[in-house]
């Protein structure tokens, strides 16, 4: 009986209705079913302004406006322009320079639909102008894109960082090197395909050294921000809520010195930060009243207790755990599975051992595969409607280069040092 309003949820989400609702109603009723009307007036007169009001979710609207400013300042080709200098004479260097681009544009971004989107305008043109095809193009700006979500500044680490009470600061800088190496090992990728597929890429003659530093100079102001922004965080100097603050008012400040910025460019950011932001919170809240559920229902401790009276080794449940992700990562937004994970996983996570911002970093790559795993595949939606891809084409493409977020996932996996090694210094 007490399972019930779990397979109501399902029902719900099987029908089309969005998972914040489904969480939220399923909610709702399982505490009405266990602690009554009481119980449910109570919860719903507190909690919604509690989870709302939380001190580090102030983090979130701050970095999306950060986002937004630069992106309306359109500095997305000027990153794009630097890369292609750069790598463009290289096998397969056009699309080497879209996986640097998309590095570089996710740390001032944190959103890796916000990155692939913006990406997708500049870079495919460009590369369909070159005669690269479709494959490698929607591969490239598609995949690349999910690493706006592992390198800091990242919405979902946030998120993840509230929802399991861990340091968010942590989390930020735990993304730094798995991101650097992700991004390294998905340019590799990218030579390997073109070596073994010769056809998907032309070349492309090397530009002189001098326009290569001189392209260096466009986007200086926004490297020392976002150095500006990092730093402060891994120093201690300032809060992630604080570097968030710092970094929106710096992205407003340069863009407007640059002369990049319009009154209809913030005016567009502002919007797009509020629906974002009103998106996500109406997502926290409703996980907030499900959450209550399922502390009452007493299915998480279960789950541990059950866990726990097993005789198998802990990576073979870990192994289970990131079965589970990559399937509903298929179906499901990266926040939203986070969302309705996270109760019944972490307390897992915590009784087995593993370190919670190890962890973080683990679930992020996973749930960042999933933005580019059909039949959700946001990422490879939104390159295949801006460039005229095929979808057929775009996904293929991204299969490809989805080798090399497998690979830097068992990395992370094999060598958790990697990943602890810089915020265990902050």
């Not at 309003?5 to 029902?11: G, I, Q, T």
């Not at 970095?63 to 322009?81: K, S």
């Not at 996710?106 to 916000?114: K, L, Q």
């Not at 402060?232 to 809520?241: D, E």
């Amino acid at each position: 009986m007490i399972l019930l309003p779990l397979a109501l949820m399902l029902f719900l989400m099987m029908i089309g209705l969005p998972v914040a609702f489904s969480m939220g109603i399923t909610g709702i009723i399982g505490i009405w079913m266990i602690g009554g009307l009481d119980s449910v007036l109570g919860i719903l007169g507190t909690s919604p302004f509690r989870s709302a009001a939380h001190y580090t979710l102030t983090t979130v609207p701050l970095f999306i406006l950060m986002a937004g400013f630069i992106t309306n300042a359109n500095i997305t080709r000027d990153v794009f322009q630097i890369a292609y200098k750069w790598f463009g004479h290289l096998p397969g260097g056009v699309a080497i320079a879209t996986v640097f681009a998309n590095a570089g544009f996710g740390a001032m971004c944190g959103s890796s639909t916000a990155s692939a989107a913006a990406m997708s305008s500049v870079v495919v043109p460009e590369m369909q102008r070159l005669k690269y095809k479709d494959e490698i193009i929607a591969g490239s700006v598609a995949v690349a894109g999910t690493l706006a979500v592992l390198i800091p500044p990242s919405v979902p680490m946030i998120i993840y960082g509230t929802a399991t009470e861990t340091s968010v600061g942590k989390l930020l800088i735990a993304g730094i090197v798995p991101g650097i190496i992700a991004t390294l090992i998905m340019a590799l990728n990218v030579v390997v395909w073109v070596k073994l597929k010769p056809g998907v890429s032309p070349h492309i003659p090397p530009f002189p050294w001098s326009e290569r530093i001189e392209s260096l100079l466009k986007i200086f102001p926004m490297v020392v921000l976002f150095a500006l922004v990092i730093g402060s965080i891994y120093s201690g100097l300032a809060t992630p809520t604080e570097s968030a603050a710092i970094g929106a008012l710096g992205a407003l400040l340069v863009s407007l010195g640059m002369g990049r910025l319009s009154k209809d460019g913030i005016y567009k950011a502002i919007v797009s930060t509020l629906n974002s932001t009103g998106t996500i919170f109406i997502l926290i809240i409703c996980a907030t009243v499900f959450g209550y559920y399922l502390t009452m229902s007493q299915i998480p401790q279960s789950i541990v207790q059950i866990i726990s009276s097993l005789e198998v080794n802990r990576w073979l449940i870990m192994l289970l755990l990131i079965v589970l992700y990559l399937i509903l990562g298929c179906i499901m937004d990266q926040i939203a599975i986070l969302m309705l994970t996270l109760p019944m996983v972490f307390p897992v996570v915590q009784t087995l051992g593993f370190d919670p911002v190890w962890f973080g970093v683990i679930v992020i790559v996973l749930v960042e595969m999933g933005l580019v795993t059909p039949p959700v595949g946001l990422n490879v939606f939104i390159v295949s409607s801006v460039g005229k891809i095929p979808l057929g084409a775009a996904f293929r493409g991204s299969a490809v280069l989805l080798i090399s977020c497998a690979i830097s996932m068992i990395i992370f996996l094999l060598f958790p040092e990697i990943v602890l090694w810089l915020p265990n210094r902050m």
